[in-house]
Every structure is written in structure tokens, then in C-alpha cells.
């Protein structure tokens, strides 16, 4: 079993950045595919940025240039660093990891955080 907690959320003006972090209870970047996902009210989830077992990245066309998935494997913590936050950006955002990128792709992980609020004004 993993469990995932993310912190670093707010409220921010446009223009403004904000890192989220996600920590796991165990060690799972050497064997977990690992990515971002958020929710607008009314919206379903939809994934936001990848990053793989093997440190390839990948990010939805709508936050390439503005997001960075990283992570640090010795302190089993996920990151997303967001800059030129828009208010389109507004969600609730979620961790998720699992053993195989296919699940993780389509928005069906093994395991979820509880989500963490972003909320960017004009």
C-alpha cells in the first residue's frame, strides 16, 4: 500500500507560481510511474504532467512551457513546480502513482492523494 500527501496549495494572483509536493510513504520512484492530475468543479480529473520510472517527463499542451514535474527520489517526494499561473489553472490537484504508465495515463491509479486546491484569481 502507498499513501500519498501533497501539500502546497493556495490562492495566487495570475502571473504568480506555487510548488506542490507529494510525499510517498515508500519508496516508489525507481519502480512507480508517478504524475499530476487536477479538477475543476464540475470537470473531470484530467492528467496534467508525467514523469517516469526512468525521468522522462511529459505535461498536457496546456502547461508545457509554465509546469515542471520533477522528482526527488531520496526524499520520496513528487514535485510540481507551477509558474505563470493562470486562472484556468484553478483545481484541485492530485498525486497519483502506479506500477504501470498505461493506468496512470487513462486516470486509473492504484493510488491517489487526497488532492491539494489551487486557486489562481485574474
Known amino acids: 500500500q502507498v499513501q500519498l500527501v501533497e501539500s502546497g496549495g493556495g490562492s495566487v494572483q495570475a502571473g504568480g507560481s506555487l510548488r506542490l509536493s507529494c510525499a510517498a510513504s515508500k519508496s516508489t520512484y525507481n519502480n512507480y510511474y508517478m504524475g499530476w492530475f487536477r479538477q475543476a468543479p464540475g470537470k473531470e480529473r484530467d492528467r496534467v504532467a508525467v514523469?517516469?520510472?526512468?525521468?522522462?517527463?511529459s505535461y498536457t499542451d496546456s502547461v508545457k512551457g509554465r509546469f515542471t514535474i520533477s522528482k526527488d527520489n531520496a526524499k520520496n517526494t513528487l514535485y510540481l513546480q507551477m509558474t505563470n499561473l493562470k486562472p484556468e489553472d484553478t483545481a484541485m490537484y492530485y498525486c497519483?502513482?502506479?506500477?504501470?504508465?498505461?493506468?496512470?495515463?487513462?486516470?486509473?491509479?492504484?493510488?491517489w492523494g487526497q488532492g491539494t486546491q489551487v486557486t489562481v484569481s485574474s
Open positions: 514523469i517516469y520510472s526512468d525521468g522522462t517527463t
Open positions: 497519483a502513482a502506479d506500477p504501470t504508465l498505461r493506468r496512470l495515463w487513462i486516470g486509473r491509479p492504484n493510488y
